[in-house]
């Protein structure tokens, strides 16, 4: 599976951003898809995942109730909607498959990297 995930950018702090992850390779549908994030000087951290269906998803305390992730398996793309930005959201956000279709939240889980974005939020 390859994965180009985009767009990232620079945005005020409460506004929002919507990133993109478009995988070609395997057939997409068969595994979760999850998202982290990386600060400079921090370790890769978990923000959420979804289902090979999209009928289930899950997320991080931090992000939980202002980011929102799905997929569209037609389009072999998964998106983060991310909604009231703060700047502690400001990182280098990846992409990733899943070794099977339900997903977790252990990065060591995760077989298939995109890229990253950057996402940076101004105060």
């Known amino acids: 599976v390859q994965l180009q995930a985009s767009g990232g950018g620079l945005v005020q702090a409460g506004g929002s951003l919507r990133l993109s992850c478009a995988a070609s390779?395997?057939?997409?549908?068969?595994?979760?898809m999850g998202w982290f994030r990386q600060a400079p000087g921090k370790e890769r951290y978990f923000v959420g995942y979804i289902n090979w269906s999209g009928g289930s998803t899950y997320y991080s305390d931090s992000v939980k109730g202002r980011f929102t992730i799905s997929r569209d398996n037609v389009k072999n793309t998964v998106y983060l909607q991310m909604n009231s930005l703060k700047v502690e959201d400001t990182a280098v956000y990846y992409c990733?498959?899943?070794?099977?279709?339900?997903?977790?939240?252990?990065?060591?889980?995760?077989?298939?990297w995109g890229q990253g974005t950057q996402v940076t939020v101004s105060s």
């Open positions: 990733a498959a899943h070794s099977n279709k339900y997903g977790s939240s252990s990065y060591t889980e995760f077989n298939y």
């Open positions: 390779g395997r057939a997409f549908a068969r595994n979760a």
